[in-house]
């Protein structure tokens, strides 16, 4: 018998550790998987696995800001890590993540790109050198899929700046015959569509705040089970229904709240989290802080 079988085994060798460090842990990013998650990795997996040909499907992850669409990204990315073989001396890099540049600039990007693979940048380099050099290099990776974070970012740009940028990532998605994965809020949308020929190849796939019913029940039943605190939590319904009011459903900001009020009960010995916390004003205040 576990220790601590309210809490996932890996949690409860946590739990067994001193107040500072599990704290420490706490504070630290970790994955939690949630369905809503677990169906945008089997959408990746499934691109990632795609037949090559001239036209790949795209995807296009839209979310508010705090949704955790980075997290994902960085789960996937995390479980396709890059590996060196040896016998041909030839790195491997299934996936290549880049941040979206702040507008839509072409030189810009592609130094991104050639960040992201490791490779050095040309001194004054011009756009039809840098675009050479990344296709090159991209072609000997050989990756499995290019993903683009923060890609609302576009709108930064004028009209024109958008369709030549646009137009560069249809090219990179035909020239490399590899899936593009876009990812950001929901102006993105508005972003691709102004590339008929690109945005048609695009799925987009959502993750819309919390609302009550049993996924929230489900999310934070995991949530607490990886909360290396030594006694049960009880959250009921109307601290749940609290919470959603208080943070908008905002998947960044249910964690934070939990995290907090965790360490807090760590520090005072209570060592679980209590529907009361949340419902009475004072601590989930102190939590919060003050605003802005």
Known sequence: MTEFPHLYPGAGKIAALSAEERIHRIRADRWVSYPRAEAALEKLETLMSFPERARMPNLLIVGDSGMGKTMIIEKFTRDHASSFDETSGRLHMPVVAVQMVSGPDESRFYRRILAAIGAPEPPRATLSVLESLALRLLAELRPGMLVIDEIHSLQAGTIR???????????????????????????????????????????????????????????????TRTLPLRRQSQIDEKALTRMIKVTGGITSGIFSILSQLAIAAIESGEERILSRDILGGDRLQAVLGEPV
């Not at 876009?182 to 799925?203: K, S, Y």
């Open 161 to 223: 700046e958008q369709a030549r940028f646009l137009n560069m990532l249809r090219f990179l998605g035909n020239e490399l015959r590899i899936p593009l994965v876009c990812v950001g809020t929901a102006q993105a949308r508005n972003a691709l569509r102004t590339d008929d020929q690109l945005v048609r190849r695009f799925e987009a796939f959502a993750l819309p705040p919390w609302r009550e019913g049993e996924d929230l029940n489900g999310l934070m039943s995991t949530l």
